[in-house]
C-alpha cells in the first residue's frame, strides 16, 4: 500500500556518527518506522529524504540578526563604542533569536545559543545541508527546524534527562510512555534501537513534527515576527496534541 504522505526527521550532529535519521510513512490509521538510521553524513540524509512530503531537522536554521550585525561590524573595524557589553542583558541579543524567545516565553524548554553553544557546529553544517537541498524559506518550506523536547513537553511526555548511556532506563520508559500515547506509531523493527540511543529517538520524534508542520498545526511566527524569523529560523512546535496527527483516529 502506498502512503498517504512520507516525512523524514534528521537529528542533527556536527559528527555524522551522532547524526540520525528517522522515515516514517503514515497512512489512514497508522505511521510506520521504515528506516531509522544513526551515523549518517550529507550523502545519506540526502538520500533517506529523497521523495519526502516534508522534512524536520533539529538544528539552528540561522543567527541572531543582532549577533549577525554586531560581527560584520567588528570584522570590518565599525563596532559602535557605548554598547556596555559587560552586562549579560546587553549580549542576549547577540545570543538568542526571536523563535528562542517565543520557545522560552511560551515554557516550552529554553533552546542552546546558535552563536554562543557549540550547537553553532550544527548550525555550520545545517547551513550546508540545507543549501545541498535547495531549502531558501527558513519558516515553513518543504525542510522546518524542530525542537524535540518543545514537542515532547506539549505533548506531557518526558522532555530532559533522557540523553546519554547512564539515564538509558528513563529513555526506555519515555519510549514506552510515547508508545502509550501514540499507539498508532509501529517502529517495528527498530523499537529497540529507539530505546537505546537517544538520537535515534530525537530522530523520530523529529519526524513527528515534520508530520504536524505538513498538517498546519505547529505554531509560526506573528506577522510582526515574520520578516526577522525569515532570516534568523523559526523552530516549529506542535500545538495540538499527538492524536491530532492521525486525523481519522
Not at 503514515?26 to 549518517?40: C, H
Not at 560581527?71 to 557589553?85: I, N
Request: glycine fraction near 8%.
Amino acid at each position: 500500500m502506498t502512503p498517504a504522505m512520507r516525512t523524514v526527521g534528521v537529528d542533527l550532529s556536527a559528527s555524522p556518527a551522532k547524526t540520525a535519521v528517522a522515515v516514517l510513512d503514515w497512512f489512514d490509521d497508522r505511521a510506520e518506522l521504515t528506516e531509522l538510521v544513526v551515523g549518517a553524513d550529507d550523502a545519506e540524509i540526502r538520500r533517506l529524504v529523497d521523495g519526502a512530503t516534508r522534512i524536520g531537522i533539529d538544528s539552528p536554521f540561522g543567527w541572531p540578526d543582532d549577533f549577525v550585525e554586531f560581527v560584520v561590524a567588528h570584522h570590518h573595524q565599525e563596532s559602535q563604542p557605548g554598547r556596555r557589553l559587560d552586562e549579560i542583558a546587553n549580549r542576549r541579543p547577540l545570543a538568542l533569536r526571536r523563535t528562542d524567545l517565543w520557545i522560552a516565553e511560551s515554557g516550552l524548554g529554553r533552546p542552546l545559543s546558535v552563536s554562543a553553544d557549540q550547537i553553532a557546529h550544527v548550525a555550520f553544517r545545517c547551513a550546508g545541508l540545507l543549501a545541498d537541498l535547495g531549502v531558501r524559506d527558513r519558516v515553513d518550506s518543504w525542510a522546518v527546524e524542530a525542537y524535540p523536547a518543545g514537542a515532547l513537553k506539549r505533548w506531557g511526555l518526558i522532555s530532559r534527562g533522557y540523553k546519554r548511556a547512564a539515564n538509558r532506563t528513563v529513555l526506555t520508559e519515555l519510549v514506552d510512555a510515547l508508545r502509550t500515547t501514540a499507539p498508532w506509531l509501529e517502529p517495528a523493527a527498530h523499537a529497540d534501537l529507539m530505546g537505546r540511543d537517544d538520537d535515534a529517538f530525537d530522530a523520530v520524534i523529529t519526524a513527528l513534527i515534520a508530520r504536524a508542520a505538513a498538517l498546519g498545526r505547529t505554531s509560526l511566527p506573528s506577522a510582526e515576527d515574520r520578516a526577522v524569523a525569515s532570516r534568523e529560523g523559526w523552530i516549529h512546535v506542535p500545538n495540538g496534541d499527538l492524536g491530532g496527527l492521525i486525523p481519522a483516529g
